[in-house]
Every structure is written in structure tokens, then in C-alpha cells.
């Protein structure tokens, strides 16, 4: 059996009770870390602490179909098997982790003012004391927010190597854990968190309403999910002429495709820091509530966001008829619907409480 000591810190590194939250991408069977091999088991990598009691490397297990997942560089990456995969969400997964991984240090007050953006109408005071997944949390910006505001756990979600970063901006962080998977084939046991969010990851999703589907079960009656997608409405220029161009720049090399973005960037910052300024003038432009807003942040973040338009191969535009049936599923409604800044939705959904505890609320 594995050492007292190797017990110790898996516990640790699981943060004490994420453990229950973890299933087998497969088949939902309990994960526990793998016995010692036997003579006839093929070898495999030792489990490794590092100085600060995180689990570097070892082997999860399934309970119920025995199949074993790596815990690598301190992820667990708790992947489907290959024929539950596809090419499409690979090379998306691919691109934004070269993206995450190349934009990985963040200004935290300015990720701050964007994610209050995307969450509204609700607020970061919302996931106080709640344990929530954050469903395709990149390099983990989200995650030390939500963090700084109180979460009691948060499990952090992402199908490529971002989790690599998210893992490296976060293992300071008690609450945290992060997680390599994919949001089709979550490793989650049901009804384990209060709340979920996904901010800008859906929409990148073959189906985003099946993205939904497969995280809704995770969340206990009672919670809330909430989502940030990109809007149709507001969006004309990009839905009939940006779309056009990303099909040409979502096949462009990475690092080409950087200093494409890079020099992209240069007029659109320098326009939201002076033309979007102006009284009078400034409202009058297109993209005014948009640029205005991106207008607050540095060079850095909106290059970043720039590439991070061009870079995709999928990017849903959603009238607010097909952002609403994105997330229409029995057993949930729509509690608070926002356009944001005239381009995106923000848009929240709650799980009815079970049988119990409607009969407790209006007894």
C-alpha cells in the first residue's frame, strides 16, 4: 500500500475533501490513489511530493472499471478515452493553451474588472463560502479571483496543456485544485457543487448546449450556473466579416498568428485610449460600449483578447432565442438574463431544489 507519508500529502494536495469531487471520465466510478504495483503490473511513474506537499506524480484509479489516470507535473489529467475525443475540440484545446501558456501573468485588477463584467448580473460576493467549478478555467486567472472572494473549494476544468499554467498561478491557493478534462466528459461526481461558471468557453464548444448538458448534473438542487457567451445581437460587423477572417487566421501558425494579433492591437488600443474618449465623439462610434471598456485595461490585455478572437476554429454569435436554449433543460430556469455592454450575454440558471426542500421552504 502506499506510505502513510504518500497518504498524507494526496490528502493535502486534494485540499482535504476535493477527493468526492472526483469521478471517472468514463464510467462516474469513485477515484482513489492506486495501491503499489504488483510483480505483473507494468511499471509505472513514482509518486513524487514536491517541497510544498503537492502530489507531482502518481496514479489515480477507478474503482469500478480499474482504468488508471496520471497525476502529472501536480494535474490530474482525467481524460476520456480517445474515441470519446475529437479532432476539432483537440485543436481547439491545443490553441488555447498556447494561448493561456503565452499570456499566463496577469495584471490581478484588471482581470478582476473583467470578470465582475462577465458575471453580471451577479456579483464575485456571490461564490462566498460556495464550492464551484469553474468549467474551461484557462491559465487559472478566474480561479485566484474567485479565490481572493471566498470560495470554500474550486475546481478548476480544461481540456490542453492551460491547465499547466492554471496549476503554476494557483497551487499557492488551499481552495483551489485544477483539473485536466474535458467539459463533454467531466471526471465529477454529481451534485457536488453549489455553483459553476464559464465565462467565453461554450461558445467555443461543436455544441454548447451540450457543454451545458454534461456540467448542469454537477451542480447540487438549489445551485446556479452561471454563463458569458458571445452575442449575435450587437454583433453584425464581426458575425459577417470577422468570421470570415478567422477561418483564414484560426489555421495560421501560433506564433505567426501572435504578432499578427500584436500588430492588430496597436490601432484598436491606441483608439480606445483617445478617439473613445472624447465627449461627444466617443459615443457616437461604432463598438462605443465595447471599446470604451476595453479602454480601461493595458496593451497586454487587449492583445491578449484580440488573439484571443482570431486564434479559434468555433465561435458561436447567440441570438438571445439560442442563448436561452442553450441552457433549456428540465429541471433548470433561467433566473437572471444580461446584455452585456451591447454585444454578450450573461446569462444564469438555477437547479430546482429537490422534492425536500421545496416542502421545507413553503411549509
Not at 24 to 31: A, N, T, V
Not at 173 to 201: N, R
Not at 319 to 336: D, K, M, P, Q, Y
Request: aromatic share 10%; proline share 6%.
Amino acid at each position: 500500500m502506499v506510505g502513510s507519508h504518500a497518504a498524507r500529502l494526496w490528502w493535502w494536495f486534494l485540499r482535504a475533501d476535493c477527493l468526492e469531487f472526483l469521478a471517472c471520465p468514463d464510467c462516474l466510478g469513485k477515484l482513489a490513489l492506486r495501491d503499489e504495483p504488483q510483480e505483473h503490473d507494468a511499471p509505472r511513474a513514482e509518486t513524487t511530493p514536491a517541497q510544498d506537499d503537492h502530489l507531482m506524480t502518481a496514479t489515480l484509479q477507478c474503482h469500478a472499471c480499474r482504468r488508471e489516470f496520471p497525476i502529472r507535473d501536480g494535474v490530474p489529467r482525467l481524460l476520456p478515452k480517445s474515441q470519446d475525443r475529437s479532432d476539432l475540440r483537440e485543436e481547439t484545446a491545443t490553441r488555447f493553451g498556447y494561448e493561456w501558456t503565452r499570456f499566463s501573468q496577469f495584471d490581478p485588477a484588471e482581470e478582476t474588472a473583467s470578470m465582475a463584467t462577465w458575471l453580471r448580473p451577479r456579483s464575485l460576493s456571490d461564490f462566498k463560502d460556495l464550492t464551484v467549478l469553474d468549467v474551461g478555467c484557462g491559465m487559472g486567472r478566474h480561479a485566484v479571483i474567485a479565490a481572493a472572494a471566498g470560495v470554500r473549494r474550486l475546481v478548476g476544468i480544461d481540456l490542453g496543456q492551460a491547465v499547466d499554467a492554471a496549476f503554476a498561478n494557483t497551487r499557492h491557493l488551499e481552495e483551489v485544485t485544477i483539473i485536466q478534462a474535458d467539459i463533454y466528459h467531466p471526471p465529477l461526481a454529481d451534485g457536488v457543487f453549489d455553483a459553476a461558471f464559464s465565462l467565453g468557453v461554450l461558445h467555443h464548444l461543436p455544441d454548447p448546449k451540450r457543454g451545458f448538458a454534461t456540467i448542469a448534473p454537477k451542480v447540487r438542487p438549489g445551485g446556479w450556473v452561471h454563463l458569458w457567451l458571445y452575442g449575435r445581437e450587437g454583433n453584425a460587423w464581426i458575425v459577417h466579416f470577422v468570421n470570415g477572417i478567422r477561418r483564414i487566421t484560426s489555421r495560421m501558425p501560433l506564433g505567426l498568428l501572435y504578432f499578427l494579433s500584436a500588430a492588430l492591437t496597436v490601432p484598436l488600443f491606441t483608439a480606445a485610449k483617445t478617439l473613445y474618449r472624447i465627449p461627444g465623439l466617443g459615443k457616437a462610434l461604432p463598438y462605443h460600449p465595447y471599446i470604451a471598456w476595453l479602454g480601461r485595461f493595458g496593451f497586454k490585455k487587449i492583445h491578449a483578447i484580440v488573439f484571443d478572437h482570431a486564434l479559434t476554429p468555433v465561435a458561436h454569435y447567440l441570438s438571445r432565442e439560442e442563448a436561452e436554449e442553450v441552457v433549456n433543460l428540465e429541471g433548470w430556469t433561467i433566473s437572471e438574463l444580461e446584455h452585456s455592454r451591447g454585444m454578450s450575454w450573461g446569462i444564469t440558471v438555477r437547479k430546482h431544489a429537490a422534492p425536500a426542500q421545496e416542502t421545507a421552504r413553503h411549509g
